[in-house]
C-alpha cells in the first residue's frame, strides 16, 4: 500500500496496506482462499453468486474495458479485464425504504485487496455505518485491475517462490540507513526489478502493466456504480413483481409492496470510504466526476499532488510525533508497561534504552536465536527490530495479528533487552518451500505490480540516477530518522520502472473546474464543487500521512470539512473513538459534516485502564 506496511522491500505497505484496527476493522493474513473464483464467468453486467462464509457474501467477475481512451469502444483493440468484486449485502429488501444503497471501500495500497479487506472487515464497518430504522446499506469492494483475483494480473518473476528468495536477499543486505554498501545493493536491486518486467511484458502493447493507472481505476469505480444501479433496478423490478403476484392470490389480504416503482437513475453517484491510497483514487474521481459523489470520506489523507510528482517527500512530517507517542505512552502507563523502570523521569528515559539496543544491533551485528521446538533458526537484525517499530506504528493498538502492538512491542523490547532476543522469533521471515502441501501466496505479484500505478501515475523520472536518489533519502532521513530509510525504498524503483500509463492525469486535482480549460476535465462538467461535500479525516499522529496533507487536499474541494481525530496511527481506525464513529454514522446516514474544528478524542490510550480510561462519547459534536 503506498501506505500500508512494508511486508516486503517494494510493496507499497499494503493494507492494507492498511493496518486497519480497532472500532471497525482488522488486518491479519489473507484469510483461506475457499471460494473458487473461477467458476463464476465474467459477464459485462453484476451477476452475483454466494461466496464466502456459507453464502453470507456475494460475488462477481465484471468485464470492464482495458483501455478507456480507446477511440472506437463499440470495437475495442485489446480484450476487457474482469474485475473481482464481493459485497456483503444490505439486512434489508432493496424495496425497503431505509436501504441506503451501496458504499464502495479501498483499503489501500495502490493494490490492496478489497475482497480480502471486506471479508476480514464487513461485519464491523456495517455496526458503524448503518441506522437500523433509517438506513442499510450493502457494503462492496473489489481487487483493482492487475491486482490479486482481478484478471489479467500484473506480473514478472517467474512464481512466488522466486520472489520470496529475492525478497531475503534484499533484507539480508541491510537497511538503507546501515551503510553505502546497503544502498548501492538496494539501487541495483531496483534496476534489476524494472529490466525483469521489461522482459516479461515485452513488445505487448495490451499487457494490462500499461493500463493499471489511478484514472482507469476511478472509471472502474464509476462503470461499478453504473452496474449496481443497473442490477438493482432489475432486482425491484422482479421483486415487485413477485410481490404483485402475491398479493393478487392471497387471501389474507393485500402485502405491502410500494405501489410505483422508482425510475431507474441515469446518473447513480458513488458513497465511498477510501483509506490511504484509496483517499488518492477518492482525490481522483473527485477531480474526474465530481458531480457523481453521493458520500465521501477519504481517510488518512495523502498528498495527490506530491503523488502525481513522484515525490514521496510529504508523507512524513508527523512520523516522529507516532513514535514518540510509543514513549509517551509507556511513561503515563507506568507498571502496566513492560518497558517502565521506576527510575524513569521521563518519556525519554524509555527511548534512550530502546536507541541503545538499535545501536547495538546497528554496529555489534545480529543475534542469533533458536526455536528448538520446531528447529527452525533466525537472525535477529538491526533491520528486524526498526521495521517492526515502524509496522506498530501503524497500529498502537495491536488489533491486527500483522502487529504486535505497543504492549507487545514493549514486551518483546524489553526482553531483548534482558538478552531474551527469542522474542522476536515470530516476527522474523521464513521463505516457503516449493514442496508437497505448500500453499502459494493468494497475491503472489503485489510486490511488482503496485509500481504499474505508482510509477506511471507520477511524472516521468526515469532520468534521475544514482546520486538524485541517494539525495532523496537524505531528505527523507531528515524528515524522520526512524521511517525514512524504509521509505525511500518505495520512489527508488520508479527511474527503473519501464511503462508509461496510457492514460494519466498530472492534476491539477479539484472539484472547482472553473478556473481552468474544460480540456484539463473532458469527463465532467464546468463545475465548482463536487455534488456532495467530501469528509477528510486524519490523526494528529499518523506515521505515513501527516494531518496537514488532510488540510491541504479540502482546500482544494469547496465546501468539504476536515474531522481531527486525537491519536496515534495510520487512519481513524488505528483507535477506537466513539466520536469520530458518530461523525462518520450520521456523515453516511444523514449527509451532515461536523463544524470546523472538531477534534474527536480516542475511547482509551494504550495502557489506560479502569476509572483512568479517558472515555469520548461524541457529545458535543456540532454538525452542519
Given at each position: 500500500?503506498?501506505?500500508?506496511?512494508?511486508?516486503?522491500?517494494?510493496?507499497?505497505?499494503?493494507?492494507?496496506?492498511?493496518?486497519?484496527?480497532?472500532?471497525?476493522?482488522?488486518?491479519?493474513?489473507?484469510?483461506?482462499?475457499?471460494?473458487?473464483?473461477?467458476?463464476?464467468?465474467?459477464?459485462?453486467?453484476?451477476?452475483?453468486h454466494p461466496c464466502y462464509e456459507e453464502g453470507t457474501y456475494q460475488c462477481a467477475r465484471l468485464l470492464l474495458p482495458r483501455d478507456y481512451l480507446d477511440?472506437?469502444?463499440?470495437?475495442?483493440?485489446?480484450?476487457?479485464?474482469?474485475?473481482?468484486?464481493?459485497?456483503?449485502?444490505?439486512?434489508?429488501?432493496?424495496?425497503?425504504?431505509?436501504?441506503?444503497?451501496?458504499?464502495?471501500?479501498?483499503?489501500g495500497g495502490p493494490g490492496g485487496s478489497g475482497v480480502d479487506f471486506l471479508r476480514q472487515n464487513a461485519h464491523r464497518l456495517r455496526d458503524v455505518l448503518?441506522?437500523?430504522?433509517?438506513?442499510?446499506?450493502?457494503?462492496?469492494?473489489?481487487?483493482?485491475?492487475?491486482?490479486?483475483?482481478?484478471?489479467?494480473?500484473?506480473?514478472?518473476?517467474?512464481?512466488?517462490?522466486?520472489?520470496?528468495?529475492?525478497?531475503?536477499?534484499?533484507?539480508?543486505?541491510?537497511?538503507?540507513?546501515?551503510?553505502?554498501?546497503?544502498?548501492?545493493?538496494?539501487?541495483?536491486?531496483?534496476?534489476?526489478?524494472?529490466?525483469?518486467?521489461?522482459?516479461?511484458?515485452?513488445?505487448?502493447?495490451?499487457?494490462?502493466?500499461?493500463?493499471?493507472?489511478?484514472?482507469?481505476?476511478?472509471?472502474?469505480?464509476?462503470?461499478?456504480?453504473?452496474?449496481?444501479?443497473?442490477?438493482?433496478?432489475?432486482?425491484?423490478?422482479?421483486?415487485?413483481?413477485?410481490?404483485?403476484?402475491?398479493?393478487?392470490?392471497?387471501?389474507?389480504?393485500?402485502?405491502?409492496?410500494?405501489?410505483?416503482?422508482?425510475?431507474?437513475?441515469?446518473?447513480?453517484?458513488?458513497?465511498?470510504?477510501?483509506?490511504?491510497?484509496?483517499?488518492?483514487?477518492?482525490?481522483?474521481?473527485?477531480?474526474?466526476?465530481?458531480?457523481?459523489?453521493?458520500?465521501?470520506?477519504?481517510?488518512?489523507?495523502?498528498?495527490?499532488?506530491?503523488?502525481?510528482?513522484?515525490?514521496?517527500?510529504?508523507?512524513?512530517?508527523?512520523?516522529?510525533?507516532?513514535?514518540?507517542?510509543?514513549?509517551?505512552?509507556?511513561?503515563?502507563?507506568?507498571?502496566?508497561?513492560?518497558?517502565?523502570?521506576?527510575?524513569?523521569?521521563?518519556?525519554?528515559?524509555?527511548?534512550?534504552?530502546?536507541?541503545?539496543?538499535?545501536?547495538?544491533?546497528?554496529?555489534?551485528?545480529?543475534v542469533p536465536v533458536v526455536n528448538a521446538t520446531d528447529q527452525s533458526m533466525g537472525l535477529v537484525t538491526y533491520g528486524d527490530l526498526s521495521y517492526l517499530?515502524?509496522?506498530?506504528?501503524?497500529?498502537?493498538?495491536?488489533?491486527?495479528?500483522?502487529?504486535?502492538?505497543?504492549?507487545?512491542?514493549?514486551?518483546?523490547?524489553?526482553?531483548?533487552?534482558?538478552?531474551?532476543?527469542?522474542?522476536?522469533?515470530?516476527?522474523?521471515?521464513?521463505?516457503?518451500?516449493?514442496?508437497?502441501?505448500?500453499?502459494?501466496?493468494?497475491?503472489?505479484?503485489?510486490?511488482?505490480?503496485?509500481?504499474?500505478?505508482?510509477?506511471?501515475?507520477?511524472?516521468?523520472?526515469?532520468?534521475?540516477?544514482?546520486?538524485?536518489?541517494?539525495?532523496?533519502?537524505?531528505?527523507?532521513?531528515?524528515?524522520?530518522?526512524?521511517?525514512?530509510?524504509?521509505?525511500?525504498?518505495?520512489?527508488?524503483?520508479?527511474?527503473?520502472?519501464?511503462?508509461?500509463?496510457?492514460?494519466?492525469?498530472?492534476?491539477?486535482?479539484?472539484?472547482?473546474?472553473?478556473?481552468?480549460?474544460?480540456?484539463?476535465?473532458?469527463?465532467?462538467?464546468?463545475?465548482?464543487?463536487?455534488?456532495?461535500?467530501?469528509?477528510?479525516?486524519?490523526?494528529?499522529?499518523?506515521?505515513?500521512?501527516?494531518?496537514?496533507?488532510?488540510?491541504?487536499?479540502?482546500?482544494?474541494?469547496?465546501?468539504?470539512?476536515?474531522?481531527?481525530?486525537?491519536?496515534?496511527?495510520?487512519?481513524?481506525?488505528?483507535?477506537?473513538?466513539?466520536?469520530?464513529?458518530?461523525?462518520?454514522?450520521?456523515?453516511?446516514?444523514?449527509?451532515?459534516?461536523?463544524?470546523?474544528?472538531?477534534?474527536?478524542?480516542?475511547?482509551?490510550?494504550?495502557?489506560?485502564?479502569?476509572?483512568?480510561?479517558?472515555?469520548?462519547?461524541?457529545?458535543?459534536?456540532?454538525?452542519?
Amino acid at each position: 500500500m503506498l501506505f500500508s506496511k512494508l511486508t516486503d522491500y517494494l510493496s507499497l505497505l499494503l493494507p492494507l496496506t492498511l493496518k486497519p484496527a480497532s472500532y471497525l476493522l482488522t488486518d491479519s493474513p489473507s484469510p483461506p482462499e475457499d471460494f473458487n473464483w473461477s467458476s463464476i464467468s465474467p459477464s459485462s453486467s453484476l451477476e452475483y453468486h454466494p461466496c464466502y462464509e456459507e453464502g453470507t457474501y456475494q460475488c462477481a467477475r465484471l468485464l470492464l474495458p482495458r483501455d478507456y481512451l480507446d477511440p472506437n469502444p463499440s470495437s475495442p483493440r485489446f480484450p476487457p479485464i474482469a474485475l473481482a468484486i464481493i459485497k456483503l449485502p444490505a439486512t434489508v429488501s432493496v424495496l425497503d425504504k431505509s436501504h441506503g444503497g451501496t458504499i464502495l471501500f479501498n483499503p489501500g495500497g495502490p493494490g490492496g485487496s478489497g475482497v480480502d479487506f471486506l471479508r476480514q472487515n464487513a461485519h464491523r464497518l456495517r455496526d458503524v455505518l448503518d441506522d437500523p430504522q433509517t438506513k442499510n446499506s450493502e457494503l462492496l469492494s473489489f481487487d483493482p485491475r492487475g491486482m490479486h483475483r482481478s484478471l489479467p494480473r500484473s506480473t514478472c518473476f517467474r512464481d512466488d517462490f522466486d520472489r520470496q528468495v529475492f525478497d531475503v536477499k534484499m533484507k539480508a543486505s541491510g537497511n538503507l540507513d546501515t551503510g553505502p554498501e546497503a544502498v548501492k545493493t538496494f539501487w541495483a536491486a531496483a534496476e534489476g526489478v524494472g529490466k525483469l518486467c521489461e522482459a516479461a511484458v515485452g513488445n505487448d502493447e495490451s499487457h494490462i502493466a500499461h493500463f493499471m493507472s489511478t484514472p482507469s481505476v476511478a472509471t472502474d469505480m464509476l462503470r461499478i456504480v453504473e452496474a449496481i444501479e443497473d442490477h438493482r433496478h432489475s432486482e425491484r423490478q422482479a421483486l415487485h413483481a413477485e410481490l404483485k403476484k402475491r398479493t393478487t392470490s392471497s387471501s389474507e389480504g393485500p402485502l405491502p409492496y410500494p405501489p410505483i416503482l422508482p425510475a431507474k437513475n441515469q446518473e447513480p453517484k458513488l458513497q465511498y470510504w477510501g483509506f490511504s491510497y484509496g483517499t488518492i483514487l477518492g482525490n481522483f474521481f473527485a477531480t474526474l466526476y465530481p458531480h457523481r459523489i453521493s458520500r465521501m470520506l477519504l481517510d488518512g489523507v495523502a498528498d495527490v499532488d506530491d503523488f502525481a510528482r513522484a515525490g514521496w517527500l510529504t508523507n512524513l512530517q508527523d512520523t516522529e510525533k507516532t513514535v514518540e507517542s510509543f514513549y509517551e505512552y509507556c511513561f503515563l502507563g507506568k507498571g502496566n508497561c513492560p518497558l517502565y523502570a521506576t527510575a524513569d523521569i521521563s518519556s525519554h528515559d524509555i527511548r534512550r534504552r530502546v536507541e541503545m539496543l538499535l545501536n547495538k544491533l546497528k554496529h555489534e551485528g545480529p543475534v542469533p536465536v533458536v526455536n528448538a521446538t520446531d528447529q527452525s533458526m533466525g537472525l535477529v537484525t538491526y533491520g528486524d527490530l526498526s521495521y517492526l517499530i515502524f509496522q506498530t506504528m501503524y497500529d498502537p493498538f495491536g488489533n491486527s495479528s500483522l502487529s504486535p502492538g505497543y504492549d507487545r512491542l514493549a514486551k518483546v523490547i524489553s526482553d531483548m533487552l534482558l538478552g531474551k532476543f527469542e522474542s522476536m522469533m515470530p516476527f522474523l521471515d521464513k521463505v516457503e518451500g516449493r514442496g508437497c502441501g505448500w500453499i502459494p501466496d493468494a497475491h503472489p505479484s503485489k510486490m511488482e505490480a503496485s509500481p504499474s500505478v505508482y510509477c506511471t501515475d507520477g511524472e516521468d523520472v526515469r532520468g534521475e540516477g544514482f546520486a538524485d536518489f541517494k539525495r532523496k533519502l537524505k531528505e527523507l532521513e531528515e524528515q524522520s530518522p526512524t521511517v525514512g530509510p524504509n521509505w525511500a525504498k518505495i520512489p527508488a524503483l520508479c527511474p527503473h520502472w519501464p511503462f508509461r500509463a496510457l492514460w494519466r492525469h498530472p492534476g491539477p486535482f479539484t472539484s472547482n473546474h472553473t478556473s481552468f480549460p474544460p480540456s484539463l476535465f473532458p469527463t465532467s462538467p464546468n463545475t465548482t464543487h463536487t455534488s456532495h461535500p467530501i469528509l477528510f479525516l486524519g490523526n494528529t499522529a499518523d506515521p505515513v500521512t501527516p494531518l496537514r496533507n488532510a488540510y491541504a487536499m479540502s482546500r482544494q474541494h469547496p465546501y468539504s470539512r476536515v474531522l481531527v481525530q486525537d491519536s496515534p496511527g495510520h487512519c481513524s481506525i488505528a483507535a477506537k473513538s466513539s466520536c469520530t464513529r458518530e461523525v462518520v454514522r450520521r456523515y453516511f446516514v444523514e449527509g451532515v459534516l461536523p463544524e470546523e474544528g472538531v477534534e474527536c478524542g480516542v475511547d482509551c490510550r494504550v495502557w489506560d485502564g479502569g476509572e483512568e480510561c479517558r472515555r469520548f462519547a461524541g457529545e458535543g459534536v456540532r454538525f452542519v
